[in-house]
């Protein structure tokens, strides 16, 4: 069953030097600013590169509409008094039926399969987001 083409099939990847940031003190998520969730929700599938999150922080990275895939390196990867590295993969609900994440073992990608019967397609597409991290 065809849904949505690879015409309009809006995707996006984005380095947003941490989701989680403090502030005098308190702790805040740039995914609960109107003006960035508005951005995102122009977007089929998009990712966040770089979200400095943790594993405890994967339930505070829900956006409604979207599910979200995330990997973020082990705790011990602390530089700066804060994690580093991380991404989130978000595919929205309408064509989540497309799309599967593939296995991986890494914390520096995340890959996932756009089926080509959802979409139709001649072959399934694989869609990668990744990580570089500098030397050191």
């Known amino acids: 069953m065809k849904t949505t083409s690879l015409t309009n099939l809006n995707i996006k990847s984005w380095n947003v030097h941490g989701l ?3 502030l005098n003190g308190f702790r805040y998520s740039k995914l609960d600013d ?5 951005i995102v929700n122009t977007y089929h599938i998009f990712s ?3 979200t400095w999150h943790t594993k405890d922080d ?7 509409g979207y599910r979200c895939y995330s990997i973020c390196r082990p705790r011990a990867a602390l530089s700066k008094g804060r994690p580093n ?6 595919v929205k609900d309408c064509i989540r039926a497309g799309v599967s994440k593939c296995q991986t073992e890494s914390t520096e990608n995340i890959f996932f399969k756009l089926k080509k019967q959802f979409f139709g397609i001649r072959k399934n597409i694989i869609l990668g987001a990744g990580y570089c991290a500098p030397n050191g």
């Open 20 to 22: 989680f940031y403090r």
């Open 34 to 38: 109107p003006d960035f969730l508005n």
């Open 48 to 50: 966040f590169i770089e």
């Open 58 to 64: 994967e339930n505070l990275l829900e956006i409604p």
């Open 85 to 90: 590295g991380g991404l989130a993969v978000y």
